[in-house]
């Protein structure tokens, strides 16, 4: 069996991603006297095999850092732009850097682009072992991803500070919390802080339902509200319009022109920005109240990875390296019940883990009357 295993970390950065390049690290050198090199900044530092030896030093007084000590990109590796437009499959190169360094595995740290890039790693036959990074915790066949713990942390203090601006002016303070398309930050976040309403990418919501919600609790003698919004949360009209535009995209022949729906697809993303301001504006019309937007942004991604994020990455890190010296590849550590388990790329790559509509944290939202949009 090779004696080198290769890791990278790709997509957006999220704290906790050094604890898990020091387990799978360590682990591989204490007990299984593996070699291990970092590639640089994720696939694209992969296909130019820009890499660093991993050992005892270079992983040492890392576990708390947050960022990644490797860097990261965000690279399709199929289709790899190469300055002037043109697309080219990388598969061939990394296939050959992985033969070169005589790789046991190459372990991907990422998100759902990343879990999408290593079955298409592991297809054409390179030995890929994934880790579920992501602050989103939106990866299909994980309970959680490393990076959720702390963003929802980061968030949670953030509306935690809101609360005396807004009551001191009685304003609505509308915080916007990352999570890409999903929820999951924002109703732990918007729960955890005590948050007014909560506005999630699964609950498509009604601007009017919002403002009804607000007028009430000025009604009964509270004149500021805190919202939480998730940063890909929709009123029902846009997401109509979204899903409309998508549906007929799905509808097309492979080979008909797409251009046209492509670009209105563009051009509502493209209006969508600033949707938080908008809200903000429409809630102000509505209620008569002052509001104020606060953009958490990449705030919540960046600091010291929390106890709970250490621990998972620690876990799952420790676990991949297990996993390459029984020769399993192909696969994706999760955390299921507290235990790692192995699940198959084809399983996780292309899904995404929503916020199921029955999750108990929303029906604990609704017993506590936080309007959640509907
Ligand atoms: O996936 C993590 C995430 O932080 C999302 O929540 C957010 O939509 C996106 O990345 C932001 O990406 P970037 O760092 O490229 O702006």
């Not at 095999?49 to 000590?69: A, C, E, P, Q, V």
């Not at 959680?144 to 009551?167: E, K, N, P, Q």
């Not at 990418?201 to 607000?214: H, R």
Request: glycine share 12%; with cysteine.
């Amino acid at each position: 069996m090779a004696k080198t295993i290769g890791i990278l970390t790709a997509g957006g950065d999220s704290p906790g991603l050094n604890a898990a390049i020091r387990a799978v690290g360590k682990s591989a050198q204490r007990r299984y006297e593996m070699h291990v090199i970092g590639f640089k900044d994720g696939f694209s530092g992969l296909i130019q095999n820009r890499h660093i030896r991993l050992d005892g030093d270079s992983l040492s007084g890392i576990l708390s850092k947050g960022g990644t000590i490797l860097g990261t990109s965000r690279v399709k590796v199929h289709k790899v732009d190469v300055g002037d437009g043109t697309r080219i499959d990388m598969r061939p190169m990394i296939q050959r850097v992985v033969e070169d360094h005589d790789l046991a595995a190459l372990v991907c740290l990422g998100g759902g682009g990343t879990q999408k890039n290593a079955l298409r790693l592991h297809k054409v036959g390179i030995p890929v072992v994934t880790l579920p990074k992501t602050i989103d915790n939106d990866v299909w066949g994980t309970d959680t991803t490393f990076g959720f713990d702390t963003a929802m942390s980061v968030a949670t203090d953030a509306i935690d500070r809101l609360h005396s601006t807004a009551h001191s002016h009685h304003r609505i303070m509308i915080a916007e919390v990352m999570g890409h398309n999903t929820g999951w930050l924002t109703l732990g976040a918007g729960l955890a802080g005590g948050a007014d309403a909560i506005l999630l990418p699964e609950l498509p919501f009604e601007v009017q339902a919002v403002a009804d919600s607000i007028l009430q609790r000025k009604a009964g003698g509270s004149n500021f509200s805190i919202v939480a919004v998730a940063e890909g949360a929709m009123s029902a009209a846009d997401k109509a319009e979204h899903d409309d535009l998508r549906r007929q995209l799905d509808e097309l022949d492979d080979d008909a022109d797409d251009s046209e729906l492509r670009e209105r697809l563009n051009t509502f993303h493209v209006g969508r920005k600033h949707s938080t301001e908008r809200l903000a504006e429409k809630l102000e019309e509505l209620t008569g109240l002052e509001a104020r937007v606060t953009i958490l942004g990449h705030v919540q991604r960046g600091g010291t990875p929390s106890t709970a994020d250490r621990l998972l990455a620690t876990q799952l890190g420790t676990a991949a390296t297990d996993a390459i010296a029984d020769g399993v590849t192909g696969v994706m550590i999760a955390s299921r019940n507290g235990e790692a388990v192995p699940v198959p790329l084809e399983e996780v790559a292309g899904n995404r883990k929503s916020v199921p509509l029955d999750h108990p944290w929303i029906e604990s939202a609704r017993r506590l009357g936080i309007a959640i949009g509907d």
